[in-house]
Nanobody
């Protein structure tokens, strides 16, 4: 049974930092593009950052220069380093895994990030 487990969310003040982790099990991690999405109350889920199997990355305009996505294939883990956090970054953050071959996309359960003074 494939699983993605996020951790690292919490409450942080504006300008602060958090690092999210997502550890995969039950999949051949190195053959998946990994992504972080977020969903704020009343809004659609949106892509935050993505990293391919070849370590190419892309970011939403709203987080460029502040967030960094990385992966450790040996640990089957993808990270999201979030710096200079803003109240508008408050959301539930989800990781997902997209296979380079195949169609099934896996999602984690999400971790809450709240940016507030």
């Amino acid at each position: 049974q494939a699983q993605l487990a996020e951790s690292g969310g919490g409450l942080v003040q504006p300008g602060g930092s958090l690092r999210l982790s997502c550890t995969a099990s039950g999949i051949l991690f190195r053959r998946y593009t990994m992504g972080w999405y977020r969903q704020a109350p009343g809004q659609q889920r949106e892509l935050v950052a993505q990293i391919t199997t070849g370590d190419s990355t892309n970011y939403s305009d709203s987080v460029k220069g502040r967030f960094t996505i990385s992966r450790d294939n040996a640990k089957s883990t993808v990270y999201l380093q979030m710096n200079s956090l803003k109240p508008e970054d408050t959301a539930v953050y989800y990781c997902n895994a997209i296979p380079i071959a195949g169609t099934y996309v896996y999602w984690g359960q999400g971790t809450q990030v709240t940016v507030s003074a």
